[in-house]
């Protein structure tokens, strides 16, 4: 038996790793976990809005991303604004 999409879903956004700025994780490896995460499920194209980011966010990159005036306009542009903010931190 077949597992609906939707709660394929559901089971793959629980399951991907939240990136919270914690000095042991790489921002490098949860960018390819997450980006692998969403496109296998089509939840996004690299060049649409990226409007569930904040589910894959936790602790600080979360209230950092929530503080931005002005969000990123696609994926590919959060990737790069989160390399910018925790990369420099490295």
Partial sequence: MA???EVFKKIIIRDTPKFADDIHASVNDWIRVVNLSVSDLELH????????????LAGEALKWY???Q????????LNYEIILQYLQKI
């Fill in 70 to 77: 002005l969000r990123p306009n696609t994926w590919n542009d």
């Fill in 3 to 5: 597992v609906p999409q």
């Fill in 66 to 68: 929530l503080s931005q």
């Fill in 45 to 56: 194209d690299p060049q649409q809005e990226p409007k569930g980011a904040p589910q894959y």
